[in-house]
């Protein structure tokens, strides 16, 4: 069981491991700083007529990748966390929906994978679960078409606006030992800045 230190964190009393990682992006995400570290690139419409359909290909993508990599069946995983930005965690959903594993949806925005691992680091910790796959995935065009205006519109940019990832992201949270460590977990609480400029999504999150 997990032991409470103060109001919002959790000390682990189970040893609990991040065993395995998978991530598919976009260009932009390739070219950057972090680009040799990622599994796979695609283009952002990933073949689809689109972004949605693209933005589900690529969670699919990222939790096929992770799967070979863990050498797994999808018996063998406990449950699924995972979000996105699109409403009713879509690309998620229809991303995952032939996996056949116990899938809880999360939306927290920048945090949806640090909530998952936080969420299987407790699950795992309670001696429920063994085995929890926490994923997050996005996509450019269809978060400016969620939260701004869509790319085919034509609107104009500020250069100073943030740019939503393209990409997808899978990990496995697991109670066999290998990888780092989760020792303990802190549950963030929610502050209001007043943010207000949708270009500046960025500073909210």
């Known amino acids: 069981m997990s032991i409470k230190q103060g109001k919002q964190t959790y000390i682990n009393d189970r040893k609990v491991y991040i065993k395995e990682t998978a991530a598919i992006v976009g260009p932009r995400e390739k070219a950057g700083p972090l680009g040799e570290y990622f599994d796979e690139v695609q283009q952002e419409d990933y073949d689809e007529k689109t972004w949605e359909k693209a933005e589900a290909k690529f969670a699919n993508a990222a939790f096929q990748k992770l799967m070979r990599k863990i050498d797994k069946k999808s018996d063998d995983i406990d449950c699924i966390l995972a979000g996105d930005l699109m409403n009713q965690c879509i690309a998620s959903s229809l991303g995952l929906r032939d996996s056949g594993i116990p899938y809880l949806g999360l939306f927290g925005a920048c945090s949806t994978i640090a909530e ?34 869509p790319v085919e519109q034509g609107g104009q940019r500020p250069p100073t606006a943030q740019w939503t990832v393209t990409a997808s992201g899978a990990l496995l949270i697991s109670s066999e030992p290998g990888g780092p460590l989760i020792t303990s977990v802190t549950i963030g609480k929610i502050t209001d800045y007043d943010i207000t400029d949708s270009n500046n999504m960025g500073a909210a999150m």
């Open 116 to 149: 998952g691992m936080t969420t299987a680091s407790l699950l795992i910790n309670s001696g429920g679960m063994n085995h929890v796959i926490c994923m997050a995935s996005s996509n450019f065009c269809s978060a400016e078409k969620t939260f701004r205006m």
